[in-house]
Nanobody, 122 residues
C-alpha cells in the first residue's frame, strides 16, 4: 500500500489550499482515512479523519470550521480542503489509512504517506 500526498505549498494567511492523497496497492473503500500534521519542533498531531462512507468525520478543535476532509473512493483519493489558513497551520501534512473505524491516535495507523509541506506566511 502506497500513499502519496500532493498539493502542498506556500500561501499567505487567510488563503485556501487543497491537498490530496492518492492511494495505490488496494482499494480504500473499506478504509478509514485521515490527516495528521507535524510542525518543526512539535509532536505529530491529529487533524481530521473520515470513515469509509464519508458519514463519520472528526476534526481537531484547532481546524474545525476551517478544514474539510472528503474522499472519492472511485479515485482512491482523500482530500483536505484548508480554508482561512493561519501561520500556525504550517506543518508537514501526512495522509493515513487503516482498516476499520477511524481513530485520532497516530499509533493506530499503519500506513502513512511521505508528507507534503504546507507553509503559511503572515
Amino acid at each position: 500500500v502506497q500513499l502519496v500526498e500532493s498539493g502542498g505549498g506556500l500561501v499567505q494567511a487567510g488563503d485556501s489550499l487543497r491537498i490530496s492523497c492518492a492511494v495505490s496497492g488496494r482499494s480504500i473503500s473499506s478504509s478509514a482515512m485521515g490527516w495528521f500534521r507535524q510542525a518543526p519542533g512539535k509532536e505529530r498531531e491529529f487533524v481530521a479523519t473520515i470513515n469509509w462512507s464519508g458519514k463519520m468525520i472528526s476534526y481537531a478543535d484547532s481546524v474545525k470550521d476551517r478544514f474539510i476532509i472528503s474522499r472519492d473512493n472511485a479515485k482512491n483519493t482523500v482530500y483536505l480542503q484548508m480554508n482561512s489558513l493561519k501561520p500556525e497551520d504550517t506543518a508537514v501534512y501526512y495522509c493515513v489509512d487503516r482498516l476499520g473505524a477511524p481513530k485520532t491516535d497516530a499509533s493506530e495507523y499503519v500506513y502513512w504517506g511521505q508528507g507534503t509541506q504546507v507553509t503559511v506566511s503572515s
